[in-house]
């Protein structure tokens, strides 16, 4: 058995490849959508890496994803083995460390699934080899977060776009504000998170050290930093901020949050209301958003603001990666 990287290898090893990648049941990609994410530079031959054996045969895939522009891969998109192979897990693990070695990092990988499926056991097996063979290679840390989205509701014909969202309560005020001011606050939001990303951050790093993080990576998001906003109280005091934001995909919900001081007042809901109310007033007719399972307050603020769990994210990623 060896590992190739499709970059390297011969086209119809590629073909290959790409086919295994296309079977279930989880993280099951179409060839059409693979060879899409392919043409988008979001996935690369260099960051797609199989096994093959003796007789050419390919019974382990795996594709990491990236944004246009990202130097390295951002996170592992796909993993494969082919059905009858005696331990899938080893298999896979070897295939993800050959990948980690090429790329001189361990991207998360990040596994796309039905709410239920630990219920169910064709899809609790395959997330166990999956997962088994993500911690072989190094990647033992997890966290399980719910995916919402929010659709515009059905409106009269002419009717204005964001007629659908709920109307300002007048009980916070939103501006723009500079990066400093913004650094400020993600500093601030960060003391007493319930997000575990930025609990594991704060491990490793101080509070304005992930401030600047957190700035450096929504401004290189796809969405605008003229979207931005942050959140005061009538009488000027701040309140939080208010990030729309966008993937490669979609508009959703970047980041938002209320500072310490001013939690458990119902502020959030305002927050995640503007942020709707803005791309809806920019045509936007879906708005998606994560949060952990265990953040359970900002799981209830979507609840309430319409938004609906459509799955479940497990993420795999190394301790003390970024």
């Known amino acids: 058995m060896r590992f190739r990287c499709a970059a390297t290898a011969d086209p119809a090893a590629l073909d290959r490849a790409l086919a295994l990648a296309a079977e279930g049941p989880v993280a099951a990609l179409s060839p059409g959508r693979i060879r899409e994410e392919l043409a988008a530079h979001r996935f690369r031959p260099e960051w797609t890496w199989f096994a093959e054996d003796a007789d050419g045969r390919v019974p382990a895939t795996a594709l990491w994803w ?6 390295k891969p951002v996170a592992l998109d796909c993993l494969q083995v082919r059905g009858g192979v005696a331990d899938p897990a080893a298999l896979a693990a070897a295939l ?35 997962r088994e063979a993500a911690a072989r290679a190094g990647l033992t840390r997890d966290i399980e977060r719910l995916r919402y989205e929010w659709t515009l509701p059905q409106l009269p014909p002419g009717g204005p776009p964001a007629a659908g969202t709920p109307a300002p309560t007048g009980g916070l005020v939103f501006r723009e504000g500079t990066d400093e001011e913004f650094l400020d606050v993600f500093a601030r939001l960060a003391h007493g998170s319930l997000d575990l990303a930025t609990r594991h951050a704060l491990e490793a790093m101080t509070a304005e050290e992930l401030a600047r993080e957190e700035l450096a990576f929504y401004r290189d998001c796809p ?32 980041y938002l949050g209320v500072v310490p001081e001013q939690r458990g007042r119902g502020l959030i809901d305002e927050v995640l209301a503007e942020i709707t109310r803005f791309h809806a007033a920019e045509g936007a007719e879906r708005v998606t958003a994560t949060t952990d399972t ?28 970024p």
């Open 66 to 71: 990236g944004r246009a522009d990202s130097r």
């Open 96 to 130: 993800l460390g050959a990948g980690h070695a090429a790329f001189g990092t361990r991207p998360g990988y990040h596994l796309a699934l039905p709410r239920g499926w630990r219920e169910d056991p064709a899809a609790a097996s395959a997330v166990a080899w999956r």
């Open 223 to 254: 969405g605008e930093r003229s979207w931005w906003r942050l959140a005061h109280l009538p009488d000027g005091t701040l309140a939080g901020m208010a990030l729309p934001s966008a993937t490669p995909y979609h508009r959703n919900v970047g």
């Open 294 to 321: 265990v953040n359970l307050p900002m799981a209830a603020a979507f609840d309430r603001a319409g938004y609906e769990v459509t799955e479940l994210r497990l993420v795999l990623e190394a301790p003390g990666a």
